[in-house]
């Protein structure tokens, strides 16, 4: 059965730096994007970002473009996030999330979905 685990959430100061994991198990990740959504409370779910998992290619949403860094690790299946210069509205639910090359990385066609984690961004 595919599931995604991720991992590494918790509490961090404003200006702090966090990084959280995603094992994808039971799944090829061939032709497929991986990356990251995040939801505030009260909010709608937004891209964090994704990365092609065969080309490493990635791209940024908006939201956090410039202080986040998307990587993966083939060998291991995992998916990376690190985050830095973190800001109190960086405090949402992360979710880790696979959808197939042919579509674009968007809740509508996501494929499979993490449980979320959350990330607490306070002093």
């Known amino acids: 059965q595919v599931y995604l685990a991720e991992s590494g959430g918790g509490l961090v100061q404003p200006g702090g730096s966090l990084q959280l994991s995603c094992v994808v198990n039971e799944l090829s990740l061939s032709r497929r994007y991986v990356g990251w959504f995040r939801q505030a409370p009260g909010k709608d779910r937004e891209i964090v970002g994704s990365i092609n998992w065969n080309s490493g290619n990635t791209a940024y949403g908006d939201s956090m473009k410039g202080r986040l860094t998307i990587s993966r690790d083939n060998a291991k299946n995992t998916l990376y996030l690190q985050m830095g210069s973190l800001k109190p509205e960086d405090t949402a639910i992360y979710y880790c999330?696979?959808?197939?090359?042919?579509?674009?990385?968007?809740?509508?066609?996501?494929?499979?979905w993490g449980k979320g984690i959350l990330v607490t961004v306070s002093s």
């Open positions: 999330a696979v959808c197939r090359e042919r579509y674009t990385f968007h809740p509508n066609y996501i494929e499979y």
